[in-house]
């Protein structure tokens, strides 16, 4: 029974990030009940309690739902919009996620975001600088859009990061959160002969030295929380660089288009005179 428990990753923190922050969206809604599902299964199956099937409902997923609402219409419209950029990308975004979901908490104790976006950033960055729209439609759109799928992976992969509330743990806002190692215990009890003179069975030293007995972390090795400034600006520069990555594939497609054409018009075709 326990080793087909899901394990706890820091849902209840998780969860609870979710559905603090997520305002109008269905999509975060329902991402956090289903965390709240999982939540509850893990007491029930250790409690040895019989499940409920009437319990923990969650909103249908997004395709199977109708979107009538104007929150609904706009989910919809940024799903199709981020499946027809990225359909490749988004999907190895999403297995690089479960990948280092994998890690945690053994060696990770958090989820590296900052690490995941700035890297989908530098390859896009990468990407656009050496972009050239060549000769024809090839070059000039299906290139570029299928190159793009390496920088979408990994934006992909720290959105979804942010999406199932990482942000909540500590270390999400490290470069790389590696796991502190473990501190082993130094005791330092005082093991001399009983003084039979004293005015008490315990002294003030005894009792000092027994607050020693819990050891205390080194300063390297206790978590430290980091600003969320380098996220919101990764985010930024990925949103302007998928806009200056649309329209610079835009203008490619046009002059690709227009050599195209003026490539088909013979130079030696005569000028029709104007009457």
């Not at 195209?260 to 018009?265: A, D, E, R, W, Y």
Request: net charge neutral.
């Amino acid at each position: 029974m326990l080793s087909e428990m899901p394990s706890d990753r820091f849902d209840e923190i998780r969860r609870e990030w979710i559905a603090r922050h997520a305002g109008v969206s269905i999509i975060q809604k329902r991402r956090a009940e289903v965390l709240n599902r999982r939540i509850h299964d893990r007491h029930r199956r250790l409690a040895g309690a019989r499940p409920n099937p009437h319990d923990d409902n969650v909103i249908k997923p997004l395709p199977t739902r109708t979107a009538r609402s104007v929150e609904g219409r706009a989910e919809a419209a940024i799903v199709v919009v981020a499946a027809l950029l990225a359909p490749i990308g988004w999907p190895a975004g999403i297995m690089m996620y479960q990948r280092i979901l994998k890690l945690i908490p053994h060696r990770l104790r958090s989820y590296p975001v900052p690490a995941l976006l700035w890297a989908g950033v530098g390859l896009g960055a990468l990407t656009l600088c050496l972009y050239h729209h060549g000769a024809g439609l090839d070059t000039a759109l299906l290139t570029p859009w299928l190159v793009a799928q390496i920088p979408a992976t990994f934006i992909a992969a720290g959105v979804y990061g942010i999406l199932n509330g990482w942000l909540a743990v500590d270390g999400a806002t490290d470069w790389w959160p590696l796991t502190p190692p473990t501190v082993p215990a130094d005791l330092h009890y005082p093991m001399g002969p009983d003084d039979m003179t004293g005015p008490g069975i315990f002294s003030q030293h005894d009792l000092d030295a027994g607050e020693q007995l819990t050891p205390i972390a080194p300063e390297s090795a206790r978590p430290r929380t980091g600003s969320t400034a380098p996220i919101g600006v990764a985010l930024v520069v990925s949103a302007l660089g998928i806009i200056w990555a649309i329209v610079t594939v835009g203008l490619g497609v046009r002059d690709a288009v227009t050599d195209s054409i003026v490539q088909t018009i013979p130079a030696n075709t005569p000028a029709v005179a104007p009457w």
